[in-house]
């Protein structure tokens, strides 16, 4: 058990549609990391916060966004999703701002399938 | 462009066999390396990182990993295998991405241990 817990652990929903995908990092790390895993592009990096700040970005889409909340939890807003979206969404956290040394620990994941 | 190659994407060993999963990167300067394993059904854990030093890292489970600067490898190696080995290996290359150091992954390798 990493310490890192996702909600929910399984979505199912239709194109066009919104969801909202939840992450609590363990306790006292500052660093949440979103990643989607699908068959096509791999394990890819979405977006990192730290303290409630966005610190870089990967390949997330305009459909996409996040934001990380005083008490550090963070959630990832997917809309007007498409099949492609379906995805396993998983969330990391570490203790710094991303430096290279950090160690992230990553939550068991959200698997989205969008029908 | 900055780039993970995991030349296998499936490799099958007897339990008790030793194991080598193949890692080749493509990076301008000295690379932060890491190896991740994920499990069935979870998340990643961090198996091992090299940043600098001595290019011989030893992780956990018994895992160690060569970098090898001349032919841009970091080669996974565990001497004997055992059947809950069985797991999707990923390689990973830190690279620098608004100040954070993100984590870019290789396609993975799939690790089937015959029993």
């Known amino acids: 058990d990493s310490g890192v817990t996702q909600t929910p652990k399984h979505l199912i929903t239709a194109t066009g549609q919104r969801v909202t995908l939840r992450c609590s990092p363990r306790?006292?790390?500052?660093?949440v990391y979103w990643y989607q895993q699908s068959l096509d592009q791999g394990l890819q990096f979405l977006i990192h916060?730290?303290?409630?700040?966005?610190?870089a970005k990967g390949n997330i889409l305009e459909r996409f966004s996040a934001q990380q909340f005083p008490d550090l939890h963070s959630e990832l807003n997917l809309s007007s999703l498409e099949l492609g979206d379906s995805a396993l969404y998983f969330c990391?956290?570490?203790?710094?701002?991303?430096?290279?040394?950090?160690?992230?620990?990553f939550g068991p994941g959200t698997r989205l399938t969008v029908l | 462009a900055q780039s993970v190659t995991q030349p296998d994407i499936h490799i099958t060993v007897s339990e008790g066999a030793s194991l080598e999963l193949r890692c080749n990167y493509s990076?301008?300067?000295?690379?932060?390396l890491f190896w991740y394993v994920q499990s069935p059904g979870q998340g990643l854990q961090l198996l091992l990182k090299?940043?600098?030093?001595?290019?011989l890292v030893q992780g956990i489970k018994g895992f160690e990993a060569e970098f090898k600067r001349s032919q841009s490898s970091f080669n996974l190696r565990k001497p004997s295998v055992h059947w809950s080995d069985a797991a999707e290996y990923f390689c990973?290359?830190?690279?620098?991405?608004?100040?954070?150091?993100?984590?870019?992954f290789g396609r993975g390798t799939s690790l089937i241990v015959h029993p």
């Open positions: 990076y301008g300067a000295t690379p932060y």
């Open positions: 306790s006292g790390d500052l660093s």
């Open positions: 990973a290359v830190g690279l620098t991405s608004g100040g954070s150091y993100i984590p870019t």
């Open positions: 990391a956290s570490s203790a710094t701002p991303g430096l290279a040394t950090d160690t992230q620990y």
């Open positions: 090299y940043f600098s030093g001595d290019t």
């Open positions: 916060y730290y303290n409630g700040e966005e610190r």
